[in-house]
């Protein structure tokens, strides 16, 4: 009973934890009191339902535990009036109200994305709350130390709080202030989904991404991530063999790709190129579409490279456009631009592109000691055995 206990406990907050993380913050109007409480439970949860039946409705139980212990804690610190907001009635909000709050997740990431906060704060807790990132998963997103990136959650969670900052989706005129943190997390959901072939992940990025285009129906961008997305995902079934190893772009086999989330990509990025200007997200799609063309225009996908860093320029984009180059005008070229960039110290793609290049020059020795490095970086299992194997074939060849 007990492992079936463990198994429920998990399945639940593995599943629900979202929902219900949304609706204890919809409650208390504080993040760290439902975080603390929603953990409570599930410690709660550990302890009885091993010694007595696993109830059947583990969600509504585990809420429910939740909500009345941060409301123990809110009545015994006699905070609950002065310094917290609550709803009308706390002590009477039933299950059923807390559960039917209709779509949580969108509402959570538009609390999270509230303009009160700074971008990188925004983001940051937005993937922990609504992703479930940890904090050193999200520290390895941004290239920043841990400590420095709790320190940034605890302190957007607090002014949440303490601004009184309210859980919902807001009236249209305040949309477009809040858009571009909302598409830029939910694309980075979708990503960490991508690179970990978890396809929940990438199925609950793309379900935000259409509720925020049906939201903003007239925001290209909008249209334009999940063009992008839906163009990217179409190739999954295609990127990891049986196995479980990476399968580069050029290797893959076609007839694995879902031809109809390729259709309804383009679509959509027909729709966003009609606005007549294209953002990032609608210029990443475009670049997208291409790759899934054969065969695959390099020049035009470098010259996309080249807009997408003067309207939004990064390091990674810096990477993206060099390696375009290399499969365009040859790796010489691509090296020179990758020997270029900063800040990327850390990223092992960046050393996994230079490798690779050096490869390809024939410069062994130089192209052994970067995959090392990028094999020192990575942290997906499927990466290490793919850089792995490059180093074998290096000292084999």
């Known amino acids: 009973m007990s492992d079936l206990a463990s198994a429920a406990v998990e399945r639940v907050y593995r599943e629900h934890r979202t929902r219900m993380l949304a609706a204890l913050v919809r409650a208390l109007g504080d993040f ?3 975080e603390d409480a929603l953990q409570e439970a599930c410690s709660q949860a550990l302890r009885k339902w091993p010694r007595s039946q696993v109830p059947a409705d583990p ?6 535990v939740a909500r009345n212990h941060a409301l ?6 006699q905070m609950a009036r002065t310094k917290l907001p609550q709803p009308p009635e706390p002590a009477t909000m039933t299950e059923k109200q807390l559960i039917g709050l209709g779509d949580e ?5 538009f609390t999270c994305c509230h303009p009160a906060l700074n971008e990188e704060a925004r983001l940051a807790l937005t993937l922990q709350a609504v992703a479930g990132f940890t904090a050193a998963q999200i520290a390895r997103t941004f290239l920043v130390a841990e400590p420095a990136l709790a320190q940034r959650l605890v302190r957007a969670k607090r002014k949440i709080r303490d601004a009184g900052i309210t859980f919902e989706v807001p009236a249209d005129h305040l949309l477009p202030e809040r858009l571009q943190g909302v598409l830029t997390v939910i694309y980075l959901i979708f990503t960490r989904g991508y690179t970990t072939a ?4 990438r199925q609950e990025a793309l379900r935000l991404g259409k509720l925020v285009a049906a939201l903003m129906p007239d925001e290209p961008e909008a249209h334009g991530l999940v063009a992008l997305m839906l163009l990217h995902d179409s190739r999954s079934a295609a990127r990891m063999t049986p196995e479980g190893d990476v399968v580069l772009l050029e290797d893959q086999d076609r007839t694995l790709w879902d031809v109809e989330e390729i259709a309804e990509g383009m679509t959509l990025l027909d729709r966003a190129l009609r606005f007549g200007t294209a953002g990032p997200y609608v210029l990443h799609a475009v670049i997208a579409a291409l790759h899934v063309q054969d065969p695959v225009d390099w020049t035009r996908i470098t010259a996309l490279y080249s807009e997408l860093l003067s309207v939004a320029p990064t390091p990674v984009i810096e990477l993206n456009h060099a390696v375009a180059v290399a499969m365009a005008d040859g790796p010489d070229a691509g090296l020179k631009l990758i020997d270029g960039i900063t800040g990327l110290d850390d990223y092992h793609l960046l050393h996994s592109s230079r490798a690779d290049l050096l490869r390809r020059l024939d410069r ?6 970067a995959y090392q490095r990028a094999h020192e970086l990575a942290v997906s299992p499927a990466d290490r055995r793919f850089l792995a194997g490059r180093l ?3 000292e084999d060849s």
Do not use: G, V, Y
Request: glycine share 0%; hydrophobic share 55%.
């Open 364 to 369: 062994r020795d130089e192209a052994a000691a």
């Open 72 to 77: 123990d804690r809110l009545r015994h610190a």
């Open 59 to 64: 969600f509504a139980w585990l809420l429910t």
């Open 392 to 394: 074998r074939s290096l």
């Open 105 to 109: 997740r969108l509402s959570l990431i």
């Open 32 to 34: 760290e009191l439902a």
């Open 198 to 201: 978890d396809a929940d992940l």
